[in-house]
């Protein structure tokens, strides 16, 4: 089993619209969680940090289930320049970041 | 600060020939990641370093593969001898701390023919 699993999607999606991504991680121990934001041929750039209590930041809100091993994202009236690649990511005491596949998002007008 | 610099951007190069992978890091930053990025594989964990010392290189695929780190400012990542599946874009990403967020370099796409 892969430590981090994403749906690929893609997920088509039109503008204004809101979509979520689930993410489910198989290490009961990490302890830190993010999402990263890439774009086509592009490095991987941190969208945001994930806390347990949840978190927003503008049009992204992050939820963070411990019990159930997952991370959400929600995007709120989704734009065209939010197409991209998005990575979930978690942290394990003494490793390094683990990297989902990615959920693709495509927003079309 | 600059960023995460790798050089170079793109590498095509003959199976067999010797390929390597240069980064600078963020100064400051104590710990330095090499992943590699692939369609069908994602982004895996190659190697990384916690001041300049290598923490976990069980992610590099075998012997041909070689990282260093000989100073706060820069690393290698070396394949010898290269081959066609070693193709892929790989990633030299800096963190302060760990279990922190890493800013990744804009890659090297290494192409092997």
């Known amino acids: 089993r892969k430590e981090v699993e994403q749906d690929p999607g893609p997920f088509n999606v039109p503008e204004g619209a809101t979509v979520a991504f689930n993410c489910t991680y198989s290490?009961?121990?990490?302890?830190?969680f993010f999402w990263y934001r890439q774009d086509c041929r592009k490095e991987p750039k941190l969208l945001m940090s994930?806390?347990?209590s949840g978190n927003e930041d503008g049009r992204f809100t992050a939820q963070l289930n411990r019990a159930s091993q997952y991370i959400s994202l929600l995007i709120r009236d989704s734009k065209l320049s939010d197409s991209a690649t998005y990575l979930c990511?978690?942290?394990?005491?003494?490793?390094?970041?683990?990297f989902g596949k990615g959920t693709t998002l495509s927003v079309s007008s | 600060d600059a960023g995460v610099i790798q050089s170079p951007r793109h590498e095509v190069t003959e199976m067999g020939q010797e390929v390597t992978l240069r980064c600078k890091p963020i100064s400051g930053h104590d710990y330095l990641f090499w992943y590699r990025q692939t369609m069908m594989r994602g982004l895996e964990l190659l190697i990384y370093f916690n001041n300049n010392v290598p923490i976990d290189d069980s992610g590099m695929p075998e012997d041909r593969f070689s990282a260093k780190m000989p100073n706060a400012s820069f690393s290698t990542l070396k394949i010898q001898p290269s081959e066609p599946r070693d193709s892929a874009v790989y990633f030299c990403?800096?963190?302060?701390?760990?279990?922190?967020?890493?800013?990744f370099g804009q890659g090297t796409r290494l192409t092997v023919v």
């Open positions: 990511v978690v942290n394990q005491a003494g490793t390094a970041l683990i």
């Open positions: 994930v806390y347990s």
């Open positions: 990403a800096s963190s302060l701390g760990q279990g922190i967020s890493a800013f």
């Open positions: 290490n009961s121990a990490s302890q830190s």
